[in-house]
């Protein structure tokens, strides 16, 4: 059985396909129109050519300034200096911590102890 993503993939496929096909046909054989009563002219293959280069160039000009506008707003990374030093600092204080915290384990096994007593 195909799952629903095949079939949306095979669907976006066949599309693609189609109209790639149509765009060639139109490009280089541009009477095929005349079946839909628009007359071939030469207008026909600069529009063909036109819109996708047009479409293209406003995907492409979106995309830089999302990529312009995401660096604008990001604030800048720390220095690495002072993440390093925040990495010695926490690996200093581990060692102090795990001390605590197995006093504490080991009272609460002696009280485990004492309950089962």
Do not use: N
């Not at 993939?9 to 129109?33: D, N």
């Not at 995401?70 to 990374?77: K, N, R, W």
């Not at 010695?88 to 080991?106: C, S």
């Amino acid at each position: 059985m195909v799952s629903k993503d095949q079939t949306i993939g095979g669907i976006i496929f066949i599309v693609c396909l189609v109209i790639a096909l149509l765009y060639i046909i139109t490009l280089f054989i541009p009477q095929w129109l005349e079946i839909f009563g628009i007359k071939a002219t030469s207008d026909v293959q600069f529009w063909v050519i036109a819109v996708p280069v047009f479409i293209a160039f406003v995907a492409v000009m979106g995309i830089g300034a999302w990529i312009g506008w995401t660096m604008a707003t990001t604030p800048p990374p720390k220095p690495i200096e002072e993440i390093t030093s925040e990495i010695e600092e926490k690996a200093e204080e581990k060692p102090a911590e795990e001390a605590v915290t197995e006093t504490e384990e080991e009272k609460k096994l002696e009280r485990k102890k004492k309950t089962e007593k």
